[in-house]
């Protein structure tokens, strides 16, 4: 049972990490053009053939991992540490103080996260770092929303009241006795989050809202193919291959938070 519980939670970690390292291992330059060997079926030097401009799909694909998963880890890394702090603090503010706070969250979380996108590229135009920030914003406030709500929760705790009893201070109530119940729950909210991130950065970049021209990702990989899905199917079934993967991947370690490992037993 131990293995079979490894098994499920190691697989989708293994995942994610060949997706947002397997670069190292791409056989070929993924920007490198070479129209001779256009639209190659696989082959000892193109595991999976080329594309239309005679680039490796493989590499593209690794690389595409790369930027997409980079993004997502590093985005949620962040998040997860400022939301759990900030959310922490304003959930012992006074009472004026966290009608406002109630408010502000309950307005800008129904912000959806196309909008901030919109926003941040007319302001800094198309790349890694307009993504990172239009996605993980919205992604932020969610969370600080969450850790607030949860907190205020644990604050009618009995043992809540037994530290403050015993002279517990408001930091050490805080971070020290609530904190490592709301652990859980913030896991399987980034887990699951970054699983929406993963189709939403796919998505936005399948319409034209990308990283950047010069950025591999499986959004435009699929965007640029999917014209020719019925005379070369693998062009567009590779990415939709590694999203579906990594988004799974995602949801399955989501769902070991939500039940401590323990939900296969």
């Known amino acids: 049972m131990k293995l ?3 098994f499920h939670i190691g697989c989708p970690i293994f995942i994610l990490i060949l997706c947002c390292f397997g670069y190292y291992f791409a056989p ?35 690389y595409g991992g790369k ?5 997502v880890t ?8 400022l939301g759990m702090v900030i959310g922490l603090l304003i959930s012992r503010s006074k009472d004026k103080q966290g009608v406002l706070f109630e408010s502000v969250l309950n307005a800008v979380t129904a912000i959806p996260p196309i909008a901030y996108l919109i926003i941040f590229i007319a302001a800094w135009g198309n790349g890694i ?31 809540v009241m037994c530290a403050i009893t015993s002279g517990a201070g408001r930091l050490r109530v805080l971070f020290w006795h609530i904190l490592p119940n709301l652990v859980s729950d913030v896991v399987r909210f980034i887990c699951l989050s970054c699983a929406d991130m993963v189709l939403a950065i796919v ?3 399948f319409i034209g809202l990308g990283l950047g021209d010069n950025v591999i990702d499986w959004g435009s990989m699929v965007s640029d193919s999917h014209q020719m899905m019925l005379s070369h199917p693998g062009l567009t079934f590779y990415p939709v291959i590694f999203i579906f993967l990594s988004t799974l991947s995602f949801h399955l370690l989501g769902r070991a938070a939500s039940k401590g490992g323990d939900y296969y037993a």
């Open 74 to 81: 590093l985005g949620c890394l962040c998040v997860a540490v």
């Open 4 to 6: 079979r519980k490894i």
């Open 203 to 205: 998505g936005f970049s």
């Open 67 to 71: 930027a997409t998963i980079g993004i």
């Open 129 to 159: 770092l307009t993504m990172l920030v239009s996605i993980t914003l919205s992604l932020f406030l969610r969370l600080i929303k969450l850790v607030k709500t949860r907190a205020e929760i644990e604050m009618s705790r009995a043992y």
């Open 28 to 62: 070929n330059d993924p920007h490198s053009v070479d129209m001779a060997n256009r639209l190659v079926q696989p082959c000892l030097k193109y595991p999976l053939g080329t594309d239309i401009l005679g680039r490796c799909t493989l590499s593209r694909l690794l």
